[in-house]
């Protein structure tokens, strides 16, 4: 199998990347850190990569609205090399923190056509709560053209943001639901345990986003934005419920692979 590279972002409040890394080589890619500045120092490394990775965090402590000072600095310093980079067969990843930037930038939700980068149609906005959620959530996956997502039809993922509630005009919402692009929900499971929609309702919908979106994808599914935390959920024991689990059944691994890990997995083998 071809070892994909992949390109980690980080700089001022970015606090994932270690994380994402380790996430990437352990499905057998290649990862490399680098710095913001770095980057912008060296534009010609982001085409040697065959991923590009915007982890979470707060990047610039999140002064100026959540990824809007770390998505102007690359507009300014990196969108040509962007645009070439996600004109190719190339994928790009947004994590809580990575995907209000890229919805800042305009690579999400994009449209059908390349000309649709740039413009910000969508916005992540302060919780509902009003107050920064930590928890874990219920998720489905519609059907959606997301690469990163192939295969999944549900997942449990933490979530550890202020500013997560998706917000679109009517008319752009009808579209992301008309192109297949929103690829992750947020869901609840009811009295018999399956797992239904969220219906708006908190804590099953942490932050109030609209029609419970937690994570959409670009019309051709190789760019994907999400609020929940996959690089946290990569082994079972991290699950809220593994000493549950491990009392039921003792030969449980620690290291069993967790729900999170089918995001890398689908990256990486994407380039196999």
Known sequence: ???????????YGI?????TAYAFDSCGAESR??????????PEKLSGAQIFVVPGGFSYGDDTGSGNALANKMRHHLWAELLEFVSRDRLVLGICNGFQVLVNLG????GPGAGEFGRRRVALIANCSTRYECRWVELVAPVANSVFLRGVTSLQLPVAHG????QAPAETLAELEDRRQVALRYARRD??????????????NPNGSLNDIAGITSVDGRIFGLMPHPERALRLSQLPDWPERRALAPELD???????????????????
């Open 1 to 11: 199998m071809t070892q994909p590279r992949v390109l980690i972002l980080s700089g």
């Open 15 to 19: 606090n994932c990347e270690e994380e």
């Open 33 to 42: 850190i680098i710095h913001v500045n770095d980057l912008i120092a060296a």
């Open 107 to 110: 690579l999400l939700p994009g």
């Open 163 to 166: 500013e997560g509630r998706f």
């Open 191 to 204: 009295e018999a345990g399956e797992v239904v929609a969220a219906a708006g309702e908190f804590p099953a």
């Open 254 to 272: 620690w290291t069993a692979p967790g729900p999170g890990r089918v995001v890398f997995a689908n990256a990486v083998n994407y380039f196999s």
